[in-house]
Nanobody, 125 residues
Framework: EVQLVESGGGLVQVGGSLRLSCATF????????IGWFRQRSGKERGGVAW???????YYADGLKGRFTISRDSAKNTVYLQINRLQPDDTAVYYC???????????????????WGQGTQVTVSS
């Protein structure tokens, strides 16, 4: 019943931009905070950004300024805008939904209730 569906990934050259989408189904959208995570090849899943039910945001160190998270309640969708893409941004990007996090623990992926299947971002030079 509950589904999170990521889209918007692809193959992009260094310096390009992407807008990822996380469409949600089967949840009361305004009750959930949504986080974006990424998993590079051979690495553990790590937090990118998070947006609360009331539009508060957090970003991983070094990413604020290139990454912007936002939510659209009319579409039950959360977005991740990525600018000035770098090769190190290459990863599978996942969105997760949770109802019981404080902002200072948003990056702990084990605390999320639901996950999407991910969308691949590949940055080439």
């Amino acid at each position: 019943e509950v589904q999170l569906v990521e889209s918007g990934g692809g193959l992009v050259q260094v310096g390009g931009s992407l807008r990822l989408s996380c469409a949600t189904f089967g949840i009361i959208f305004e009750d959930f905070g949504i986080g974006w995570f990424r998993q590079r090849s051979g690495k553990e899943r790590g937090g990118v950004a998070w947006i609360s039910e009331r539009d508060g945001t957090y970003y991983a160190d070094g990413l604020k300024g290139r990454f912007t998270i936002s939510r659209d309640s009319a579409k039950n969708t959360v977005y991740l805008q990525i600018n000035r893409l770098q090769p190190d941004d290459t990863a599978v990007y996942y969105c997760g939904a949770e109802t019981a996090l404080w902002g200072n623990s948003w990056y702990r992926s084990a605390l999320y209730d639901y996950w999407g299947q991910g969308t691949q971002v590949t940055v080439s030079s």
